[in-house]
């Protein structure tokens, strides 16, 4: 399996708040991807990553920002939470964009009531 | 923007039987197609890719066709087992950029006893 951490793993807050979900890998890989998957919906880019301090937004990036300061670590910031923000969230890393698979982490569960 | 289809949201067969998923694809620009299976609780991890150049590509008990002319993907896997039962979905790269991969909604694979 991928080296690829996910914390916390489940998590419970209210409206309003602030939250921070963090993907650590240990594969070295230069791109890296945060995505939500709600039922219906399938998986849905928000951020992704492609080196040190370089992030672009994805197809649902509203409310979500994203910081990358060492090649291990991607974070994922919910400024202040909203219930439509209930998901799991999945990061994701890959050695190259398009042309090698994207190997995924274990989750998040978030909910905010 | 176009986006990865299933023909099926659920699929049961016996076990023992072979399986087969189908996607449909709608970018004839997207080069790369990545297999994925979910099981629940987890990440999706990956089964089997294949690059355009290629029709048909063979793994574990599993092989993926690609059939460009109509824009459609398939995976089979033989002997079925209980361990397959899982969300199946496909990926293509029609982006094209840094952010990757376009995923399809899913099939879930039952297997019956």
């Known amino acids: 399996d991928a080296g690829i951490t996910q914390s916390p793993r489940h998590k419970v807050t209210e409206t309003g708040t602030p939250v921070t979900l963090r993907c650590h890998q240990t594969e070295n890989h230069r791109y890296m991807y945060w995505y939500r998957q709600d039922p219906g919906h399938g998986l849905r880019l928000i951020h992704y990553s492609y080196g040190v301090k370089d992030t672009d937004k994805g197809e649902v990036s509203d409310g979500y920002s994203v910081s990358r300061s060492k090649t291990e670590d991607f974070l994922l910031t919910l400024e202040s939470a909203t219930s439509s923000q209930t998901s799991v969230y999945f990061c994701?890393?890959?050695?190259?964009?398009?042309?090698?698979?994207?190997?995924f982490g274990d989750g998040t569960r978030l909910s905010i009531l | 923007g176009e986006s990865v289809g299933l023909h099926l949201p659920t699929l049961s067969v016996q076990e023992g039987d072979n399986s087969i998923i189908n996607c449909a694809y709608s970018?004839?620009?997207?080069?790369?197609f990545i297999w994925y299976k979910q099981e629940s609780g987890k990440g999706p991890q990956f089964i089997i890719d294949i690059r355009s150049n290629m029709d048909k590509r063979q793994g574990q008990r599993v092989t993926v066709l690609l059939n460009k002319t109509v824009k459609h993907l398939s995976l089979q896997i033989a002997a079925t087992q209980p361990g397959d039962s899982a969300v199946y979905f496909c990926?293509?790269?029609?982006?094209?950029?840094?952010?990757?991969?376009?995923f399809g909604k899913g099939t879930h694979l039952i297997i019956q006893p």
């Open positions: 970018n004839s620009a997207s080069d790369y």
């Open positions: 994701a890393i890959s050695e190259m964009a398009g042309s090698q698979p994207q190997h």
């Open positions: 990926a293509e790269n029609s982006g094209g950029g840094a952010d990757g991969l376009t």
